[in-house]
């Protein structure tokens, strides 16, 4: 999986979950939906996928409307498919079943050939302690990540 221009990362899903597997996945976009990512007008914050008839659609992703793109435009946070496999889908609806497992985006980028792609990653949430004990972690390899540089 070759990233090219990383264009937005959901940075909040690694803190909600733990994140087991990843798949690239591609998306069906309008023109004007591409030109928009293109300038970097896009936010998975809040977005989530979801297994409906044996297909993935991503909800909650917002994409700014096109500026030059007038009528073309289309609602910005509509739902839209995603492109798998069908034995990828089967995974993930196995996955899904389980309890405490989501379909999260983690990013979205152009691939060298240029594609628009999402990065879907399976998570299991996280409880209020794992988050506490993640963030302990971080902070005590910053501190030493900090200790290093001072010595040498």
């Given at each position: 999986?070759a990233?090219?221009?990383l264009?937005?990362?959901?940075?909040k899903?690694?803190h909600?979950?733990f994140?087991?597997?990843?798949?690239?996945?591609?998306?069906v976009?309008?023109?004007?939906?591409?030109?928009?990512?293109?300038?970097g007008k896009?936010?998975?914050?809040?977005?989530?996928?979801?297994?409906?008839?044996?297909?993935?659609?991503i909800?909650?992703?917002?994409?700014?409307?096109?500026?030059?793109g007038?009528r073309?435009?289309?609602?910005?946070?509509?739902?839209?498919?995603l492109?798998?496999?069908?034995?990828?889908?089967?995974?993930?609806?196995g996955?899904?079943?389980?309890?405490?497992y989501?379909?999260?985006?983690?990013?979205?980028y152009i691939?060298?050939?240029?594609?628009?792609?999402?990065?879907?990653?399976?998570?299991?949430?996280?409880?209020?302690?794992?988050?506490?004990?993640?963030?302990?972690?971080k902070?005590?390899?910053?501190?030493?990540?900090?200790?290093m540089?001072?010595?040498?």
């Amino acid at each position: 999986m070759a990233i090219g221009k990383l264009i937005a990362q959901n940075k909040k899903a690694y803190h909600e979950y733990f994140i087991e597997n990843k798949y690239e996945v591609g998306i069906v976009l309008t023109g004007t939906e591409v030109k928009s990512i293109r300038a970097g007008k896009v936010s998975i914050k809040e977005a989530y996928a979801v297994i409906d008839n044996g297909e993935v659609w991503i909800t909650q992703m917002h994409i700014a409307p096109y500026e030059m793109g007038n009528r073309y435009n289309v609602d910005s946070l509509r739902r839209r498919k995603l492109l798998m496999h069908g034995r990828e889908i089967k995974k993930l609806i196995g996955y899904t079943a389980q309890d405490g497992y989501a379909l999260v985006p983690t990013k979205v980028y152009i691939n060298p050939r240029g594609f628009v792609k999402v990065e879907l990653g399976v998570g299991k949430g996280k409880k209020l302690y794992d988050k506490r004990q993640t963030l302990a972690k971080k902070d005590a390899q910053r501190r030493i990540q900090q200790e290093m540089k001072e010595r040498f």
